[in-house]
């Protein structure tokens, strides 16, 4: 008979890897920074720029190894997460650079070029990346760190506090010093404290989910669970008070807040939460001058311009994104370089939204969005319950830190002075984020590689049989 | 460098940067709405005709069986499950045989305690009329409540059930 040359079978089709797709992106995230780089040149001299060549052949260069080392070790894994973070980044590079060339920046005595840094701390990001995408085999590793991770997250968080290893600049106590380096624990400790909330939080959500009394319509947990929110809430408000850093424990204490909630569904949690920070963030407000100072310029930097540094940045910052309008002043024709210090660092997104306008603002949130949204999406398609919480606590963090700075630098809450991922001139920042990106990745490969075959079954046997 | 040449650069730029966003938006909708099942059959089935073309003698049955299927009006072109864990899963009707039951060769591999290995089989006679027949199964196979004995043509909408699957013939 041929119906056996014709027999239509439905089996499972290999999974696609999308590798090629994200290929496919990966050249076009290399392009865009590239013609950035060239649109900036042409600009600011009205010629090509002559290091273009070698910026875009660095650029490509680090996100081949990249492509490479996902398709060799990650085979299923996310293929926007590389493409996004290798554009976001390449876009950081320039607008640092054009930065760079401001003559206005040059003539300040507390400004340095970064660009160059800046390249090779991606470099070096990228190397972390691989590094994590080679050893890490599997995310579930990390659940046998839990208790270590929280000692290494404190310890992490307190070394600014250090005498003689912190370093005070500028009022926030986040940085330490080793060899000439400055170094933002900060930054590695959002990934290893989201190690310990995962951990413990897959252990206790039944506990914190179910053992609770309902009160005026919220489920109100037991004390003994109350211990460890109180204990991270009261952490995070010393990081404030000792750090001067309202940035770093928002952070936690949201992504704490976040990832309580994933675990136990409760809004309980969420009501809770937003409580405990509101009245942490007024009680500290009123009492550390330099948050006072920051808050101030977020009611009304107009008024206090003339006496405080903190309100003349944020009058420089909303005129740049005013004059930026709809479609921007063009890449190197803006004035965003008249914010002065930490221009390229804090206050990055305010070129963005000069000289790329609305439109360009918009197109950046969304790359961020996109990121958060692969990341949650990872968090959905996780097959275990460790890697869900993991991925949701790193893109929390994420698009916390995402919200802290973008809303501080548009003056939608007070500024805060936190990173732009991947955006802004920083080491700690960018080689965290790498670091980040390649859990992701490595969570999204678990996620979506397809489930092994299940082990034959003598068929017959197990044939149950009906029962009138 | 002129005005104009910076103001296309400019807005040329922008464009660029949403156009990254959209592909990466289309890449995601891609994998929401990934494969189907239909089209899956009828590419394989595409797939399988060059071979068929190698070996003409061995594939004239049911090539002339599948133009005989077409000619026929109102004939069914689809297999739908309409209950059961697989409840969803179309196959696309063009001439072959399909088997089912819990086998792993089966064309459709029934993941239900109440179906056998071997359990029925579906094929279409010279006329293209559709018959189902009963492969001596455990539990049987209803033709709409009358549990079969011999193969049956099936009329257009009349479900079969096996086990807790059930399925239909659909234009």
């Known amino acids: 008979m041929s119906v056996v040359t014709n027999t239509t079978t439905i089996g499972a089709i290999d999974a696609p890897s999308r590798r090629n797709t994200e290929l496919v992106l990966l050249a076009f995230a290399v392009a865009i920074p590239v013609f950035a780089y060239l649109n900036v040149g042409l600009a600011l001299n009205g010629e090509v720029p002559s290091g273009m060549l070698g910026y875009g052949l660095g650029l490509g260069l680090m996100a081949g190894v990249a492509h490479i080392v996902v398709r060799k070790f990650a085979r299923y894994a996310d293929p926007l997460l590389l493409p996004l973070a290798t554009l976001l980044n390449g876009l950081g590079l320039v607008l640092i650079w054009r930065l760079d060339q401001s003559p206005r920046l040059n003539a300040r005595a507390d400004f340095a070029p970064q660009a160059t840094n800046q390249l090779m701390y991606s470099a070096l990001g990228i190397a972390l990346f691989v590094g994590v995408l080679m050893i890490l085999k599997d995310h579930r590793v990390l659940q ?85 929110i109180l204990t991270i809430w009261a952490m995070s408000l010393l990081i404030l008070v000792f750090e001067n850093d309202l940035g770093t424990s928002l952070l936690f204490f949201g992504m704490f807040v976040i990832m309580l909630y994933v675990a136990t569904e409760r809004t309980s949690w969420i009501v809770m939460g937003l409580l405990m920070s509101a009245g942490g963030a007024v009680v500290v407000a009123s009492f550390a001058g330099h948050v006072q100072a920051r808050v101030n310029a977020w009611i009304d930097p107009f008024v206090c311009k003339e006496t405080s540094v903190a309100c003349d940045q944020m009058t420089q910052v909303l005129m740049t994104f005013g004059s930026g309008g709809v479609l921007g002043t063009g890449l190197g024709q803006g004035n965003s370089d008249l914010i002065g210090f930490a221009a390229n660092s804090d206050f990055i997104f305010a070129t963005v939204g000069e000289e790329l306008g609305l439109t360009g603002v918009m197109a950046f949130l969304l790359l961020y969005g996109l990121i958060i949204e692969r990341g949650i999406r990872t968090a959905l398609a996780a097959r275990d319950p460790f890697g869900k919480l993991f991925a949701i606590g790193l893109s929390g963090a994420f698009a916390l830190q995402v919200f802290v700075v973008a809303g501080g630098v548009m003056g939608l809450i007070p500024l805060t002075g936190m990173t732009m991922p991947f955006l802004a001139a920083g080491g700690s920042s960018v080689i965290a984020n790498w670091a980040l990106i390649g859990i992701l990745i490595r969570i999204s490969d678990t996620a979506r590689r397809p489930a092994p075959a299940p082990a034959p079954s003598p068929d017959a046997e197990m044939t149950q049989v009906v029962r009138p | 460098m002129s005005e104009l040449t910076l103001t296309v650069m400019r807005l040329g730029f922008l464009a660029v940067l949403w156009l990254f966003v959209i592909v990466a938006v289309q890449v995601i909708r891609s994998d929401l709405f990934g494969t189907r099942v239909t089209q899956r059959g009828s590419r394989r089935n595409a797939e399988t005709r060059p071979q068929q073309a190698a070996r003409p003698a061995a594939t004239a049955p049911p090539q002339q069986r599948q133009q005989a299927t077409r000619q026929r009006r109102g004939a069914p072109t689809k297999l739908v499950v309409t209950e059961g864990s697989l409840t969803g899963t179309t196959v696309a009707l063009q001439g072959q045989t399909i088997t089912l039951g819990r086998a792993h060769d089966s064309t459709i591999v029934l993941d239900d305690d109440y179906a056998s290995s071997r359990h029925a089989r579906i094929y279409p006679d010279r006329d293209g009329q559709w018959i189902v027949e009963d492969l001596g199964s455990t539990n049987g196979t209803y033709l709409d409540r009358t549990r079969l004995t011999t193969p049956t043509p099936i009329p257009p909408g009349a479900p079969i059930r096996i086990g807790k699957t059930v399925i239909e013939l659909r234009k």
């Open chain 1, 144 to 228: 046998r760190f839990t208790y270590i991770s929280m000692a290494a997250a404190l310890i992490l968080l307190i070394l600014p506090i250090v005498p003689g290893l912190g370093a005070d600049v500028f009022g926030a106590k986040i940085w330490i010093r080793v060899g000439g380096f400055s170094i933002q624990p900060g930054e590695f400790a959002k990934i290893v404290i989201a190690v310990f909330f995962s951990g413990y939080l897959m252990v206790k959500r039944d506990a914190l989910a179910l053992a609770s009394r309902r009160f005026m319509g919220l489920y109100l947990p037991r004390g003994r669970d109350l211990g460890p």
